[in-house]
């Protein structure tokens, strides 16, 4: 059942900086997103939950110390937690160093237009390149496709493409994989020739334009169930019309 399963949700962008505002962007973001939603308490050194009734200047003070520290909404059977961190050079794309945003909410109360308007909203705030929000059990399946040695297997046991690690790929705006709904920036859609009337059509059904000139694409109208051959062939032909996505071939 659903209400038990979690959207995961993760952007990927440029290098984090104390002064940049990106943080706090990224929480009033995700408020505005989901009704109601309050991202006031955190956890202390200590490990108790604690309310922040002043969020917006303890967010600007501890944001000197780490990008974007662990908030939450403190709802013990509705969840909502969010978190940044920096991604070593060394890890990432073109040897770059990236800013790296964490979210989790129920599934239950993240359908189809709130996992888009969440993921839409973290992402802009955040400036990513790009990004995704995912059912909780991606994460297995996603590892597999993984290319890990040059001798290894074409397809994972799903049928799907093989990927490469994310610090093969050549630039940061390459998307590492596909998830049930993705954000790509202006940039990492004009990288991936994204949209060309000729071939995404249907993806464009389910797709719409950010302020900032990026999209949100949506594959399924239901959350991606790799269990659905539906879901399975929707995400076979969205490799196929991407191929550089995951590093597989480069324009």
């Not at 209400?3 to 995700?30: C, P, Y």
């Not at 309310?51 to 990008?67: F, H, I, N, Q, V």
């Not at 939450?72 to 070593?88: A, F, L, T, W």
């Not at 390149?129 to 590892?143: F, K, M, N, R, V």
Request: contains cysteine; charged residues 25%; glycine residues 8%.
């Amino acid at each position: 059942m659903t209400q038990n399963k979690q959207l995961v949700l993760i952007t990927h962008g440029t290098t984090f900086e104390r002064t940049d505002g990106r943080a706090l962007a990224v929480v009033r973001g995700m408020e505005r997103a989901l009704s109601g939603l309050r991202l006031e308490q955190t956890v202390t050194k200590t490990r108790q939950m604690s309310l922040l009734p002043r969020r917006d200047e303890w967010l600007s003070e501890a944001t000197k110390e780490e990008p974007l520290p662990f908030l939450c909404n403190g709802d013990e059977r509705h969840p909502v937690m969010i978190s940044g961190r920096q991604k070593s050079a060394r890890l990432g794309p073109g040897g770059q160093a990236s800013f790296e945003v964490h979210a989790n909410l129920p599934l239950d109360v993240a359908g189809p237009q709130a996992a888009t308007d969440v993921l839409e909203a973290v992402a802009e705030g955040a400036q990513a390149y790009w990004g995704h929000a995912s059912p909780d059990d991606y994460g297995l399946e996603i590892s597999e496709q993984f290319r890990r040695s040059p001798d290894g297997p074409e397809r994972s046991r799903r049928g799907l493409p093989m990927l490469h690690l994310p610090w093969h790929l050549r630039a940061p705006e390459l998307p590492h994989y596909l998830g049930w709904v993705n954000y790509w920036s202006a940039a990492t859609a004009s990288m991936l020739g994204f949209p060309d009337p000729r071939y995404d059509a249907e993806l464009l059904t389910r797709a719409r334009r950010t302020a900032s000139g990026g999209w949100v694409v949506r594959l399924t109208d239901t959350p991606l169930d790799y269990d659905n051959p539906a879901h399975l062939e929707a995400l076979l032909r969205t490799y196929e019309r991407f191929p550089e996505i995951g590093g597989r071939v480069s324009r």
